[in-house]
């Protein structure tokens, strides 16, 4: 029997997040020759969201976090526990994302067709709009892959339905922990193409998700300086540090050091890209 590691972290959604976990018990895989177990990241909850996982869900692997680690950390610590027991497949999933009841099976059919040697990117569409893809592969033109009726190739991805089978991690690792809460999905995408592994998305939609559209604080001129600098320097904002490091790591020192001269531009002149999406 393969054995599949789930891997996520949350804080403070909890209805959002039992909803999100009574899809993916519901999907309809072979359990004769798949097993799966959960490993959670609980980034400091204080809804409750611990508490309910735990009676509902008895059988999933908590691992406590103190409230910083953010999206991507909690996704390392979630997956850094996992194997120690390794696992055939490594699955990420967003708690806000609604799995299709028939998704796991896909993705392992994917993964099987590309002989468990590429990673599979699970396209997402909106709740009220299937024909929207919402989050998934992203092109070598950074542009979000909307065509999903065929394998596409992919720069990288988002990080909502991903799966990672276990030859691949073992020549890309973990998720990079210096990023706290974006970039990492990103960045993992990145060193797996330039590793020589293949990212693909897989044949259809997988789940359901609403795309996050609020504007960043730190380009909004309508909000004061002393605020968009908090929020650009926040874990969800547009750390210069960490943007720094990831187009370094990617893309060499000059445009590592145009990003971060950009970025800071943005914050304290905002009205010059107010009618542009950047």
């Not at 999905?185 to 609020?214: M, Q, W």
Request: hydrophobic share 35%; proline share 3%.
């Amino acid at each position: 029997m393969k054995r599949i590691a789930i891997i996520m972290t949350v804080y403070n959604r909890r209805d959002i997040t039992i909803q999100c976990l009574n899809r993916l018990y519901a999907n309809t895989f072979d359990k004769s020759k798949y097993q799966l177990r959960v490993y959670l990241t609980n980034d400091g909850c204080t809804d409750g969201t611990k508490e309910a996982v735990e009676s509902l869900f008895p059988n999933i692997c908590i691992v406590d976090g103190d409230g910083s680690l953010f999206w991507n950390r909690g996704m390392y610590v979630a997956w850094k526990e996992a194997v120690k027991e390794k696992y055939d497949y490594y699955l990420w999933l967003n708690d806000d994302t609604d799995l299709y009841f028939d998704a796991i099976e896909r993705l392992l059919t994917a993964s099987e067709t590309h002989n468990n040697y590429a990673i599979i990117v699970g396209s997402t569409c909106a709740t009220d709009n299937h024909s929207l893809i919402t989050y998934g592969g992203i092109s070598n033109a950074n542009k979000l892959l909307t065509l999903v009726d065929q394998y596409n190739e992919c720069k990288t991805f988002n990080g909502n339905i991903v799966l990672i089978p276990n030859m691949v991690f073992n020549i890309i690792g973990l998720n990079d922990f210096r990023f706290r809460h974006s970039l990492g999905d990103i960045d993992y995408g990145l060193r797996a193409n330039e590793a020589g592994i293949k990212v693909v998305t897989g044949i259809g939609v997988f789940g359901e998700c609403n795309r996050h559209s609020n504007y960043p604080i730190w380009k909004d001129s309508r909000i004061p300086l002393s605020k968009r600098l908090k929020s650009f320097y926040s874990p969800t904002g547009a750390n210069p540090n960490e943007y720094f490091y990831f187009r370094y790591k990617h893309y060499g020192f000059v445009p590592a050091c145009m990003t971060y001269i950009s970025n800071y531009i943005h914050v304290f002149f905002p009205f010059l890209w107010r009618n542009r999406v950047i």
